[in-house]
């Protein structure tokens, strides 16, 4: 007879089934998944270069300059508050009633929070929008799932090298739509000078372009992209299983078949439970993943306020449009880097990129925003690719890390749920931290000694992962 694997040790593809032979990557899904996930970078930088000045326009700040930097970290805290609370959820889900029906359902929340950040006049608004979009976007970890389902041990890697690429992008495109494209009636009178929708609502346009590329990332998902795993279910077991955390039961071996003639290729692992989940290297990577989410979200949401605060409050006093177009120069650069250089970097970054910040506002209040600004700004870009790189990389150890081929969605739900908790802490407490330090008599060098001591943090947590993938397979 043969036994249901459903052991936690269990690897997700022994040794004696490896295959020698370089499978073809699947490009007619791959495509597909490229393009979808471009929504999600491509939504949260078009937001990035104006949100500074959204701030101001909205009268929240009542004119202090200060508390700028603060509420942008609360509204970009919503969102992670948001998706902390269903994100493990989401991608438990998706192995359940498959990957399809749950990244229908983010696409659809990325457009309608779009549409709804732009007509939002208000601070409550704002919020309500981003919150609504990271609790109904799961769609990052169940990708991750669906790329590992789609191949096997010879082409992961090579797959996973142009996971970068909608995110660069995204990181591209959204910054110079952001930046350009907001206050549209300033920017290009003689085009929408006449439009009052847009002097009513000037960040409409750009959050209006990205909602707009969302709903059609739904379409191309809904009629080309082929669900992974075997397991379906219509839509209302989906809102039922969201709501009621009550699943369809994954098909089981059909008891008029002979048990000696069941092909041990075809008997489905079950989910483990979540208590299950929690190995010891499930519960490493999760604490590397948390910590380096927790340094690369301060460090992004700091740089846009930094750009945009004023130079004798410790910034570079930078408008949107430049903003954006640093972006998304930084965007091209780091994708470039990790399509070229892409390995397993998983602790090759330190808290060099935070010198440089303080550095280059003393050039700006000395000389102004002259050529040794810019050139500081490059290197302090320039610094963060290593930092980004390590994203690819951690995801092949959450999947080295899963128990069985049943739970990826669930590990990488894991991975996903204490990374979104830790997202909600950088915004809020490094621009806190930020807007408390500019004030008169605060040691400007306290936001740089906060984002150096997650750096170190991070560096040590790092040193947890094997050298070696493939250690944690062999000795499952």
Not at 39 to 58: E, G, K, M
Request: net charge neutral; aromatic share 12%; charged share 10%.
């Amino acid at each position: 007879m043969i036994a249901l694997q459903d052991d936690e040790e269990t690897p997700l593809l022994p040794r004696s089934e490896q295959p020698t032979a370089k499978t073809p990557l699947p490009w007619d899904q791959l495509w597909i998944m490229l393009f979808l996930q471009l929504s999600d970078p491509l939504s949260s930088q078009t937001l990035a270069p104006f949100i500074p000045q959204l701030i101001r326009d909205i009268g929240v700040t009542h004119g202090d300059e200060s508390q700028v930097g603060h509420y942008v970290g609360i509204l970009q805290s919503s969102y992670f508050a948001a998706h902390t609370l269903t994100i493990f959820h989401w991608s438990q889900l998706s192995d359940q009633i498959g990957r399809k029906p749950v990244l229908l359902a983010a696409l659809l929340a990325i457009s309608v929070s779009m549409f709804s950040f732009g007509l939002s006049k208000t601070f409550l608004g704002l919020v309500v929008s981003r919150a609504f979009c990271g609790a109904f976007n799961g769609s990052n970890g169940v990708i991750k799932s669906m790329l590992i389902d789609i191949t096997d041990a010879t082409n992961m890697p090579k797959a996973y090298g142009y996971m970068p690429v909608p995110w660069m992008i995204g990181t591209i495109a959204g910054p110079l739509i952001g930046g350009s494209l907001s206050r549209p009636v300033e920017g290009f009178p003689d085009i929408f000078g006449r439009s009052e929708l847009l002097k009513t609502y000037p960040y409409f346009l750009p959050c209006f372009i990205s909602g707009v590329f969302a709903s059609v990332s739904f379409l191309v998902t809904y009629f080309y992209l082929k669900e992974s795993i075997p397991i379906r279910a219509p839509l209302w077991e989906l809102i039922r299983g969201f709501f009621r955390l009550s699943y369809p039961k994954p098909p089981q071996p059909s008891s008029n078949v002979d048990p000696g003639e069941v092909n041990p290729e075809e008997v489905q692992s079950k989910p483990l439970s979540l208590r299950a989940l929690m190995t010891p290297k499930v519960s490493t990577v999760t604490a590397v993943y948390a910590v380096t989410g927790l340094f690369h979200i301060a460090f992004s949401t700091v740089l846009p306020v930094f750009y945009a605060t004023p130079i004798d409050l410790g910034g570079l006093s930078l408008d949107p449009p430049r903003i954006g177009t640093i972006l998304a120069t930084a965007g091209v650069a780091n994708g470039i880097f990790q399509m070229v250089f892409y390995a397993r970097l998983h602790d090759r970054f330190g808290a060099k990129v935070m010198h440089v910040a303080w550095l280059i506002n003393t050039l700006a209040r000395a000389y102004g925003i002259g050529l040794a600004v810019w050139l500081f700004v490059a290197v302090q870009l320039a610094l963060t690719t290593n930092l980004i790189m390590c994203y690819s990389c951690l995801a092949l150890f959450v999947k080295a890390a899963a128990p069985n081929r049943a739970s990826l969605g669930a590990t990488n739900g894991i991975a996903q749920l204490f990374v979104a908790g830790a997202r909600i802490i950088g915004p809020a407490s490094t621009l806190s931290i930020f807007s408390y330090a500019m004030q008169e008599g605060h040691d400007a060098w306290l936001v740089y000694y906060f984002l150096m001591a997650i750096a170190f943090l991070a560096v040590g947590a790092s040193l947890l992962l094997p050298r070696d993938l493939s250690t944690w397979e062999d000795h499952q």
